[in-house]
C-alpha cells in the first residue's frame, strides 16, 4: 500500500491555466487518491530565487575574495548555515520518497527557475559527495520522475529527427544530475507538443499519465552504469574497470548513452526501462 | 585584421578572484589588443534576473489566463514591449560577431543565471522561428564558443569514465541551443578541474587559453548535420531525407552526437572540428 508516502512535486510554470498545471494536479488527485501526501513547490509562485550567490550563505564566507559556491555552500550545509529557503526545500526532499519534476522543456533542458532550485538544493554534502554519488548516492531510496512538455514532436526527437535523439539530450539531466545524487529515475513522462495539439488529444495525454500515475510506484528505474563497475578512486582515474571493458567488446551496444564506450548507444536508454534480466 | 569586430563575453561568475574572472580577463586582454571591441555582460553584477515570467513583458498579455512565455515573448519582440534588461542583451547580440559564454559548469549545464540568459534573451523572432533554426538559423555569421570550467577531471567525462562522454553532455547546449539559432559553434574551451590544479597549471591553461584566442577567428567551427538533409516540414516530419540514410549505411559512425542513426557517435563530435573534407 502507498499510505503514509511522501510525495515532492517541484513544479515550474508561470501559470494555473497552462497544460504543466492540469498535468500536476492530475498527479496531486491520484497520488492523494493513493493516501500518499503531497507537497508542491510552485517555484514561480514562491519566487524562488535561482541564483546561486552569497546570500545563501549566513554567516562569514570561507573564502570572500575567491567565492566557490560549492565550497561554501558545503561548509555552510555541515555548520546549519544556509538559508531557510534552501534549508526548507531540503526537508521536503528528506521527507519526500519520490519527486516528480513537472515542468516545460525549455532550451533541451529545464527552465532556469528549475536550474536554479537544483543548483541551490541539490548541495554537496546533503545530496552527494565523492564518497556517495551514483549507485552509492544518498538519495538511493527515493524515486524520481521528469514529467514535461515539448514544443516538438516526437519525430523531431528521434535520432534522424532534426533536434536528434532525446535519449542524448536527457543524459545529463537524468544521468548527470538525478542518478548523481543516487537516485532512481523512472522512465520520463514526455507529452509531446500540447500546445500544437487538439483539446481531445490534451484530455487523452492526461488520460494516460493519470493511468501511469497509478502504478508509478511498482515501476522499474532506468538503467544506469552501477559505480562498482568503475574503479573510484583519483588513482584509477573513475574509469571503467578494465575486465569490465574486455568483457563488453562482443556486445553490439555501449553499458549507456554516455557510456557508449564507441559503440552504439543502447536504444531507448534514457526513455524506457530495460527489460528486467533474471 | 581583426578590427572593427564586436566580441560579447556572458560571464557567470560570482567572483573577480575565480578562475573564470582571470579566463575572462585573458580573452579580453587577447580580444582588444586585435582590435576588437569588448563588451561583458557580467551576470550576476548586473543582477541579471533569471526566471521567465510575464514581468518580461510590457503591456498586455495575449493570454493572461493561459500565459505562454514563448507565444507572448515572440509578440512582444514584434511590438517592442520586451523588458529593456533583454532589449539591452538583444542589442549586445545583435552587434557581436563572436560571443564567449564564460561559466563554471553546474550540473552538467550552465548555472541558473547563464540558462536564465539563453531562456530570456534567445527570444523566438530574435533568435529562431520555424523558418529560421539550425543551419537557418538567424545568427550563421555570428562565432560563439563555450569556455569554462568543471570540478571534475577529463577522465571522469571520457565514455568509459564515471559521468559519461562530455560529447554528449554538451550536446543540449552546443547543437540544442547555440548551432539552433545558426551560430557558428567553435570546439569548446574546457578548463579541467583548474579548482584541484597548483597555481602553475591553472597560469599554463590561460596561456594556452590566449594562445588559442591570438587565431580563434580563424578556427573551423564544429560540424553539424545541415538542415538541407531534413525534410523541414510537418508533413515530412522534419526527419532526414530517405536518401541521406541510404547514404549513410555503409558509413561506420553516425552524423553527429544527436543524429547517431543507432550507430557509434563520431568520435569528438561536440569537441573537435573534423579534419576539413575534398
Redesign the interface.
Known amino acids: 500500500m502507498a499510505a503514509e508516502r511522501n510525495v515532492l512535486i517541484v513544479y515550474a510554470h508561470?501559470?494555473n491555466?497552462?497544460f504543466n498545471a492540469a498535468a500536476r494536479d492530475a498527479a496531486m488527485e491520484v497520488l492523494q487518491s493513493q493516501g500518499c501526501r503531497v507537497t508542491v513547490s510552485d517555484l514561480?509562485a514562491m519566487g524562488f530565487r535561482?541564483?546561486?550567490?552569497?546570500d545563501d550563505i549566513i554567516g562569514e564566507l570561507k573564502n570572500p575574495?575567491?567565492?566557490?559556491?560549492?565550497e561554501e555552500t558545503v561548509q555552510a550545509w555541515k555548520e546549519g548555515r544556509l538559508t531557510d529557503d534552501i534549508k526548507a526545500e531540503h526537508q521536503k526532499v528528506r521527507e519526500a520518497q519520490l519527486i516528480i519534476f513537472q515542468f516545460p522543456m525549455?532550451?533541451?533542458?529545464?527552465?532556469?527557475?528549475l536550474?536554479?532550485w537544483?543548483?541551490?538544493v541539490?548541495t554537496q554534502g546533503f545530496a552527494f559527495s565523492l564518497q556517495n554519488?551514483?549507485s552509492n548516492g544518498n538519495f538511493k531510496d527515493k524515486k524520481v520522475i521528469l514529467s514535461f512538455t515539448t514544443?516538438?514532436?516526437e519525430?523531431?526527437f528521434?535520432?534522424?529527427?532534426?533536434?536528434?535523439?532525446i535519449n542524448?539530450?536527457l543524459?545529463?539531466?537524468q544521468?548527470?544530475?538525478l542518478y548523481?545524487c543516487g537516485f532512481q529515475v523512472l522512465p520520463p513522462q514526455i507529452f509531446w507538443a500540447p500546445?500544437h495539439s487538439p483539446p481531445e488529444t490534451q484530455k487523452a495525454m492526461l488520460v494516460a499519465w493519470r493511468k501511469r500515475l497509478a502504478t508509478l510506484w511498482e515501476e522499474t528505474p532506468l538503467s544506469f552504469t552501477p559505480?562498482n563497475l568503475?574503479d573510484?578512486s583519483f588513482s584509477g582515474?573513475?574509469?571503467?574497470l578494465p575486465q569490465v571493458?574486455e568483457q563488453r567488446q562482443e556486445e553490439p551496444y555501449?553499458l549507456?548513452?554516455?557510456?557508449?564506450?564507441?559503440?552504439?548507444?543502447p536504444?531507448n536508454n534514457q526513455t524506457k526501462a530495460s527489460p528486467p534480466h533474471d
Open positions: 508561470q501559470s491555466g497552462s514561480y535561482a541564483c546561486a550567490t552569497a575574495d575567491n567565492f566557490h559556491y560549492g525549455y532550451w533541451f533542458s529545464v527552465p532556469a527557475i536550474k536554479g537544483i543548483d541551490r541539490l554519488m551514483y514544443g516538438s514532436t519525430g523531431m528521434l535520432p534522424d529527427g532534426v533536434h536528434g535523439d542524448v539530450v543524459w545529463p539531466l544521468s548527470g544530475t548523481f500546445g559505480t568503475f573510484m582515474g573513475f574509469r571503467l571493458k555501449g549507456s548513452t554516455g557510456h557508449h564506450l564507441g559503440k552504439p548507444i536504444p
